[in-house]
């Protein structure tokens, strides 16, 4: 039996059976995607706690129940050929579990790009994917580039082109204009954003051309850096 008053668990499978039993997982689509992807390949420090882990310059892994909260949104526009994005890549793992299920090995029509602003954190997630899954790194159509998304230049949005799922792992002062402008038909783009002294995850699509906000639930991000 599980001992309810902790929140370690010993290794990456009961870290997520746990949020299962929690009732954070309720969907076996990111169970499955989850558990493909080993936290402790991640980060060292308490890799099987439910809470964001400090990384380097000023920013952490977030909390394994965040990632399965922001993936749990993103699961119908993740499929085998679809195109994501993860702004504030980070330690890589929500880039990697975007890899697994749109199944960037076999399907060549699929592509996942991180994007990260700090060029060791960047190198940090190269490390990590390295230790956990090398074959990503060999791959056309999986990347982790060393840029902030507010410096996108027009030929390299052009270049990126649009995107199913956009998911951010920062929070940003205001909705940047251009995720709205790499998101595709259908697409759904997961952002944090500052709303007075707290932030709301907001979940929006675009149908018909047309904007749709969702808001969410308060959470708890680093910024997102204009520079
Ligand atoms: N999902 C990641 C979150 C890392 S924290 C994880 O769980 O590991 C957020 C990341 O966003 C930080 O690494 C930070 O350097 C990066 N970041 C902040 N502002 C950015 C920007 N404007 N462009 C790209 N990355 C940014």
Redesign the pocket.
């Known amino acids: 039996t599980r001992n309810m008053y902790t929140l370690a668990e010993k290794n990456h499978k009961s870290l997520i059976d746990s949020l299962k039993d929690r009732g954070i997982i309720d969907d076996d689509d990111v169970y499955e995607t989850m558990l493909q992807v080993d936290r402790g390949k ?1 980060i060292k420090e308490k890799p099987y706690v439910d809470m964001p882990v400090y ?1 380097s ?1 000023g ?4 909390s394994p129940h ?2 399965a909260l922001s993936l749990k949104r993103l699961m119908d526009v993740l499929k085998p050929g679809s195109r994501a994005m ?9 880039t990697v579990c975007m890899a697994m299920r749109t199944k960037v090995l076999e399907n060549k029509d699929s592509f996942v790009i991180g ?4 060029k060791d ?1 960047a190198n940090f ?1 190269i490390e990590n994917i390295r230790r956990d899954k090398p074959e990503l790194l060999h791959l056309d159509n999986f990347k982790i580039i060393h ?4 410096q996108v230049s027009e030929q390299e949005k052009e270049q990126l082109g649009l995107f199913d799922a956009i ?1 951010v ?2 929070s940003a002062s205001e909705l940047p204009e251009i995720l709205i402008d790499l998101l595709a038909e259908n697409g759904k783009l997961i952002i944090p954003l500052d709303e007075g002294y707290t932030q709301v995850l907001y979940e929006i699509t675009k149908n018909n051309g047309k904007i749709v906000k969702d808001r969410l639930f308060e959470v708890c ?6 520079n």
Do not use: P, Q, W
């Open positions: 991640y990384i310059h920013v952490t892994i977030s965040m990632h993860d702004v504030g890549s980070g330690s890589g793992y929500i994007l990260e602003r700090v954190v997630s840029k902030n998304i507010y998911h792992g920062a991000f680093v910024n997102l850096k204009k």
